[in-house]
């Protein structure tokens, strides 16, 4: 079993409509979650940052994290084709060690919203 | 301007050739990753360094390696070793204090 657990997709939405993006994951020492967009033949870049479990708004964009069932959600408002990215979920735990990884990524969930 | 740049952001390789990719931030962060990202496949970890002069490898070591001689600099040879190079490659750092990635555009790299 992956430690990050992503539908890939492809999702296809029409503009205007709310996108829900989702991760599960199995590692209950995870406390800080991240979403990432990555346009294509470009580097991820950092949408949302959040610590623990809650709610977390940013624009259009809300992170939300469900510790008790270890699953996070990214929605995106009023989508837009801009929106039109792969998007990451990532993940990491707080007590770092020198062995393994820090970061845990899911393989991506391609959006695609059409005007 | 505070980042990570990469590059070359296109790298051809003929076969049997050491290949060096450079990363180079300037967020004064600690560690630093190299990722290779295939498609369907997401993101692996191949090397990562948590200060300077020490670095520890990652899930797909095998045929490449790394210095980190300076805290702004963590170069990735991919060697002749490595049987499937071609890839996308992303180099990334965090701060230790809010435990966050940031990434570099990314260097393609194709084995001709």
């Known amino acids: 079993q992956k430690e990050v657990e992503q539908d890939p997709g492809p999702l296809s939405v029409p503009e205007g409509a709310i996108v829900s993006l989702n991760c599960t994951y199995s590692?209950?020492?995870?406390?800080?979650f991240m979403w990432y967009r990555q346009y294509s033949r470009k580097g991820p870049e950092l949408l949302m940052y959040?610590?623990?479990?809650g709610n977390k708004e940013d624009g259009r964009f809300t992170a939300q994290v469900d510790k008790s069932s270890k699953y996070i959600s990214l929605f995106i408002r009023d989508s837009q084709p801009s929106d039109s990215a792969t998007y990451l979920c990532?993940?990491?735990?707080?007590?770092?060690?020198?062995?393994?990884?820090?970061?845990?990524f899911g393989t991506g969930t391609s959006l695609t919203v059409i005007p | 301007d505070g980042g990570i740049t990469q590059s070359p952001k296109y790298l051809f390789r003929k076969e049997g050739q050491n290949v060096t990719l450079s990363c180079e931030q300037n967020?004064?962060?600690?560690?630093m990753y190299w990722y290779r990202q295939d498609p369907g496949q997401g993101l692996r970890l191949i090397y990562y360094s948590q200060i300077v002069n020490d670095f520890q490898k990652g899930d797909i070591a095998e045929g490449y390696s790394v210095s980190r001689e300076k805290k702004e600099s963590f170069p990735l040879t991919v060697t002749s070793a490595q049987k499937n190079p071609t890839a996308f490659y992303l180099c990334?750092?965090?701060?230790?204090?809010?435990?966050?990635?940031?990434f570099g555009p990314g260097t393609r790299l194709t084995v001709l």
């Open positions: 959040t610590y623990s479990s």
């Open positions: 590692n209950s020492a995870f406390q800080y």
């Open positions: 990334a750092s965090a701060s230790g204090h809010t435990d966050t990635q940031y």
């Open positions: 990532a993940m990491s735990d707080l007590y770092h060690t020198n062995t393994g990884n820090q970061f845990y």
């Open positions: 967020l004064n962060h600690d560690a």
